[in-house]
């Protein structure tokens, strides 16, 4: 079981990155998703999450209306798009899943940690 991020990188303020978060060893929709991120220097901290069925999303308020999370789960991958980013935006991404009752999904909550990638935002 496990989960892959992928599609960091370096952009200039302002700029667009799409992350994907890929799963394997389990059926990705039965389960909640989410994004973490975490800043050097700083505590993990929650960016949004998608329903089992991508139906619903919810975003933190630091994020929303610049990032959109969705998912294909005939693919088995869940997406992180990111426009008009800023350098407090950056930090290593990370995708995690929850138990499929689970949504929103709170940090405590997660059973799936993905490993993370890394976005920097320069100015």
């Known amino acids: 079981v496990q989960l892959q991020a992928s599609g960091g990188g370096l952009v200039q303020a302002g700029g667009s990155l799409r992350l994907s978060c890929a799963a394997s060893?389990?059926?990705?929709?039965?389960?909640?998703i989410g994004w973490f991120r975490q800043a050097p220097g700083k505590e993990r901290e929650g960016v949004g999450g998608?329903?089992?069925?991508?139906?619903?999303?919810y975003y933190a308020d630091s994020v929303k209306g610049r990032f959109t999370i969705s998912r294909d789960n005939a693919k088995n991958v869940v997406y992180l798009q990111m426009n008009s980013l800023k350098p407090e935006d950056t930090a290593v991404y990370s995708c995690?899943?929850?138990?499929?009752?689970?949504?929103?999904?709170?940090?405590?909550?997660?059973?799936?940690w993905g490993k993370g990638t890394l976005v920097t935002v320069s100015s």
């Open positions: 995690a899943r929850g138990p499929p009752n689970h949504y929103p999904l709170p940090i405590d909550s997660v059973d799936v």
């Open positions: 998608i329903s089992y069925n991508g139906d619903s999303t």
């Open positions: 060893g389990f059926t990705l929709r039965y389960y909640p």
